[in-house]
């Protein structure tokens, strides 16, 4: 068995604790790591500072985040410099060998109470550092030989500096774990008599336990075959899961049999097997993980059963699997699908299974004595704080999709911020932002439909939610999965019955509808906005997905279109489109990266402002490897120049301008559920020329409207073209009067619209008449214009109403073209009967007792 020496005190209760003022510093040196000195990358260290006092311990990442261990010496000097001495043994990461860093910091007093700075010093390139195969399994092959030690470099640079909340959090009179006390991951040894009163005498506990009984005996593959949260049926992944729920059943019961069951479980899928060789995946680190993640579950669920010697068993294949995910090595080489970036759901997998298995046996006995496993409990933590930070962003969107969200939260991520808070005594997320993972789910329900919740994700996730949404949050729970729902309490297979123990918030009274009404995100740019939670279709959700910032090497967040808008409710989807700049068939923002928020506003109750640069969303991605001659190339598109975006690459700048402003108001104030306004600036160069197209200016503003209905079903249409020979000559006149290129569209537009009664497909798109474009269906009604005002629906019912205001707007009958970059405001509410009135006075738009204006290119809520 592998000895797990490392031990570092950066998250020890001594180190952290907690005053006013307390924070996170990260330094980033730049171009302070590399293999070669042309080619280096920055280096960022993370160090606490809690009561004024420096910490002497701190944590580096470099390029793909490859961790370093480093000690700081802080000494003061003049002027209220601080001296940092920075020794950091560097591990490798996707990018670098590794090697050891020197270096001496300078930090100099800065505005806002910030630092900034320089730095001096070394890089020694370490070879053995690059190749760390753990010696730990049988190798089928012979190993490279790792290369000698390579240059000492010698690096300077400036430093910056950004200040953070103080993390990790702690839980208040914490007390560690000694040696062998089990369990420790879902709750403590000395809560055991608390826990089994629980589920043996309230109704809520007792169903659990039944959950788990009813399961337990089934085979692996029908505990899945629900689920829909990346467990394939007969997955090996998850074949040591049912062992978790029959140790769970052990430490309720007290019967022996269950404790008999989880041992043979454990025996025959791994120590009869350790190397994982009869199941798929074996050596992929998003099917090695979970196994490690159970094994550990269930050996804390049983350790006070077992005896001695198979415990030491259990104990080093525990270790072995620690060392492997945290490497990221198997039988020395690397793992398959092995991903450093933080954002990927391989790297939260992975780096679960290591910190969830390393907090199980720190300080058990194995066959080589004690495992001190510090070194992996607090790396893991950094790489499960970094994924929520990066790969979720504020609003617990992820950024590879929902079903990878939900993947990763299944394998293991979900289930670390228990096992941390009772194992380590700290709060992964002090600022609840994990929360959102949950929460998130819940917003961005289709209105009326049951919010599609996995199982994992409340059975691990609802002790990340804070107080204030708790009660709501268990409203949902309690319909859903509680004593009001299907009485599973999220106990979808074996594993999950320890966590919806301890995570069920066993004093907290269910209130519905107490739910955030907005959830804001400055990094990812994915914002929601919500009327309220009813469980009714008449409930308004607006998601404005801005698509911010991308991250190099993920695929997975390029599908769909940038600076989307999605509005559901009042029983369809009413929004589902971008804004743009047309050229020919429309040059689409890039589907890379969109608007960067540059602030936002609440304004009151219930409303809220967001500012964008919207200059980004127009940049084009293009393939820099196969062109020969990026300034001919430039001259050919009339491109301005080749940006780098950060965690990306190099892209096109066409030369287009913009800023955005998006209001949302859900207050009541307007006189209807949801007023949206939109407030966009568009500026094109002079001789503006969109992939070799010829020169073309035409602004495309985003309001389209879908239908729910199903592609096959048909509906009535209340009016169309060709019912009425004198409006449709009025249509034709209009037409007439437009710019060749607006007349094309519009007449093409004119021919598609069906007859008055006709049938047509309910997903049936029809192309606007202008090139403020509103694509419609027939389930959503009919897009109607008088002058530059437009109603989508039918008046009497639900509908949107609204108006248009903005540079070269012709409005004619049937038709309001924008012709031409400029500015664009667009105002609109939407409501079941009557909307409130929109006037204009001025450059003010007034709704109800809500007044939009601009205020020096500003939108502004009153």
């Known amino acids: 068995m592998p000895t797990i020496r490392y031990a570092l005190p950066l998250i020890a209760a001594a180190a952290l ?325 933080m954002w990927s759901n391989h790297n939260g997998i992975r780096c679960a299974g290591t910190g969830i298995g390393a907090l199980a046996i720190h300080g058990d006995t194995g066959s080589a004595g004690p495992v001190d496993a510090s070194f992996y409990i607090d790396l893991s933590a950094r790489e499960i ?169 993920c695929h997975y967040e390029r599908a769909g279109s940038v600076s989307t808008l999605e509005l559901w409710g009042l029983g369809k989807q009413w929004l589902a489109g971008h804004f743009q700049i047309a050229a020919n068939n429309g040059i689409l923002p890039s589907d890379d990266t969109g608007p960067v928020t540059t602030a936002w506003r609440q304004v009151g109750d219930r409303a809220v402002v967001i500012d964008a640069d919207t200059s980004r969303a127009y940049y084009q991605d293009v393939d820099t490897k196969a062109i020969p001659d990026k300034a001919a190339y430039l001259t050919k598109t009339g491109g301005v120049g080749w940006v780098k975006i950060p965690n990306w690459r190099e892209m096109l700048d066409l030369g287009i301008r913009g800023k955005r402003s998006l209001a949302v108001d859900v207050s009541g104030s307007s006189g209807a559920p949801m007023l949206i306004a939109s407030y966009d600036v568009v500026v094109l160069p002079a001789g503006f020329v969109a992939r070799g197209s010829p020169p073309r200016r035409n602004f495309q503003s985003a309001l389209n409207t879908h239908g729910e209905e199903a592609s096959t079903k048909s509906v009535a249409t209340p009016s169309a073209a060709g019912s009425d020979p004198e409006a449709d000559a009025d249509q034709a006149a209009a037409i007439a009067k437009l710019p060749p290129h607006l007349r094309a569209l519009a007449e093409k537009n004119a021919a598609a619209q069906p007859a008055a009664g006709a049938k047509v497909p309910g997903k049936r798109q029809l192309t606007g008449p202008t090139t403020w474009e509103l694509p419609i269906t027939a389930a959503a009604g009919s897009v109607r214009w008088e002058g530059n005002r437009f109603t989508v629906g039918d008046p009497a019912a639900e509908h949107i109403a609204g108006i248009l205001i903005g540079d070269n707007i012709t409005p004619v009958p049937g038709v309001c073209a924008a012709d031409g970059p400029g500015t664009y405001l667009t105002v609109m509410t939407i409501q079941r009967g009557p909307a409130p009135a929109i006037t204009v006075d001025g450059g003010t738009v007034s709704v109800g007792k809500r007044k939009v204006k601009l205020d020096g290119g500003i939108l502004v809520l009153e």
């Not at 003061?76 to 990018?95: H, M, P, Q, S, Y």
């Not at 025996?267 to 350790?274: E, G, Q, R, V, Y």
């Not at 949902?476 to 074996?494: E, W």
Request: aromatic share 8%; charged share 20%; hydrophobic share 35%.
């Open 385 to 553: 704080r970094a994924q929520y930070e990066t790969g979720f962003g504020e609003s617990g969107w992820y950024m590879e999709g929902g079903w990878y969200k939900h993947m990763t939260i299944a394998r293991g991520y979900g289930h670390t911020f228990a096992a941390y808070r009772h194992a380590r005594g700290v709060v992964l997320d002090p600022g609840n932002r994990a929360e959102n993972l949950l929460i998130h789910d819940l917003i961005t329900a289709r209105p009326g439909a049951q919010p599609k919740v996995q199982d994992v994700t409340w059975a691990t996730l609802l002790g990340t939610i804070s107080e204030r949404w708790l009660p709501g949050v268990l409203a949902v729970h309690d319909r859903s999965v509680g004593l009001n729902g299907d009485k599973g309490f999220a106990i979808g297979y074996g594993l999950l019955a320890p966590y919806a123990v301890a995570t069920y918030p066993w004093e907290v009274k269910p209130v519905e509808g107490q739910l955030p009404w907005l959830l804001s995100d400055t990094i990812k740019g994915h914002w929601v906005v919500r009327t309220g939670y009813k469980n009714g279709a008449d409930d308004l959700v607006l998601v404005h997905h801005q698509k911010s910032e991308p991250m190099g090497g």
């Open 17 to 341: 604790c907690a005053g006013e003022g307390d924070a996170n510093l990260t330094l980033t040196l730049g171009a302070a790591v590399g293999d070669a000195a042309d080619k280096l990358g920055d280096f960022e260290f993370e160090i606490p500072v809690r009561g004024g006092q420096w910490g002497t311990s701190a944590w580096g990442y470099g390029r793909g985040r490859g961790h370093s261990r480093a000690t700081v010496a802080v000494t003061e000097g003049k002027a209220g410099e601080r001296i940092l001495t920075i020794n950091a043994a560097v591990a490798a990461d996707n990018w670098i060998r590794g090697g050891k860093g020197e270096y001496i910091v300078t930090l100099k007093p800065a505005e806002g109470g910030s630092w900034s700075g320089s730095y001096t010093g070394s890089f020694q390139i370490s070879g053995p550092a690059g190749y760390p195969y753990p010696d730990i399994r049988p190798n089928p092959v012979p190993l490279p030989a790792a290369p000698a030690d390579g240059d000492k470099l010698t690096v300077a640079g400036a430093v910056t500096v950004r200040s953070g909340v103080a993390w990790p959090g702690l839980v208040p009179g914490y007390v560690a774990p000694t040696a062998g006390e089990h369990p420790r991951l879902c709750w403590r040894a000395a809560d055991k008599p608390r826990i089994v009163k629980l589920l043996t005498t309230t109704p809520q506990g007792q169903a659990m336990v039944a959950r788990a009984q009813q399961i337990a005996g089934l085979p692996c593959k029908n505990q899945f075959a629900h689920q829909d949260d990346g467990i394939e049926e007969g997955s090996d992944k998850a074949s040591t899961w049912p062992a978790v729920g029959f140790g769970f059943l052990w430490q309720v019961t007290g019967d022996r049999k269950h404790l008999d069951q989880a041992k043979r479980i454990t025996t025959d899928t791994i120590l009869k097997n350790p190397a994982g060789r009869r199941g798929k995946g074996v050596s992929q680190d998003i099917h090695h993980a979970p196994r490690l993640t159970a094994l550990a579950l269930v050996y804390d669920l049983c350790a006070d059963g077992w005896d001695a010697d198979f415990n030491r068993q259990v104990v080093d294949e525990i270790a072995t699997r620690v060392v492997e995910c945290g490497t990221g090595k198997f039988e020395g080489k690397g793992m398959a699908g092995y991903n450093a970036n």
